[in-house]
């Protein structure tokens, strides 16, 4: 009866997407401020965690929420539960097509503090 649910009961944390570039694989950093043991100034810690995202859902930024699982890899060791928040996102389109802007060439070449060489005269 009580065993059951003592069983059942996982460790879960909250924390921000700061990586999806692997498939099936997040990267989250949780944040948590505890005081420091001797000078009891508060601080703020931050650890990362690869949890498994099955359907590759989480987007950069997301507020989410893993849970314990089972070891799936050499890193992964947590499983993505469910997304809390959604980051708002920036539209790629709009981005794509915008270019660096160049300084016009002038044909002198480099400035006097990109050439190579030990930058003493002779």
């Not at 879960?12 to 505890?34: D, L, Y």
């Not at 989480?58 to 928040?85: C, F, M, N, Y």
């Not at 503090?113 to 002779?122: A, C, D, I, L, T």
């Amino acid at each position: 009866m009580a065993e059951s649910t003592a069983q059942g009961r996982k460790n879960e944390k909250i924390g921000q997407v700061v990586s999806t570039r692997m498939n099936k694989t997040i990267v989250i950093e949780v944040t948590r401020r505890v005081p420091h043991p001797r000078y009891k100034r508060v601080v703020t810690r931050k650890k990362k965690f690869y949890a498994h995202d099955e359907e590759n859902s989480a987007r950069l930024g997301d507020t989410v929420r893993v849970v314990e699982s089972r070891p799936l890899s050499a890193l992964k060791r947590w499983r993505l539960e469910e997304i809390l928040r959604r980051a708002p996102q920036i539209d790629g389109a709009a981005t794509s097509g915008v270019t660096e802007a160049v300084a016009p060439d002038t044909g002198q070449g480099p400035p006097a503090s990109v050439r190579k060489g030990s930058g003493r005269q002779r």
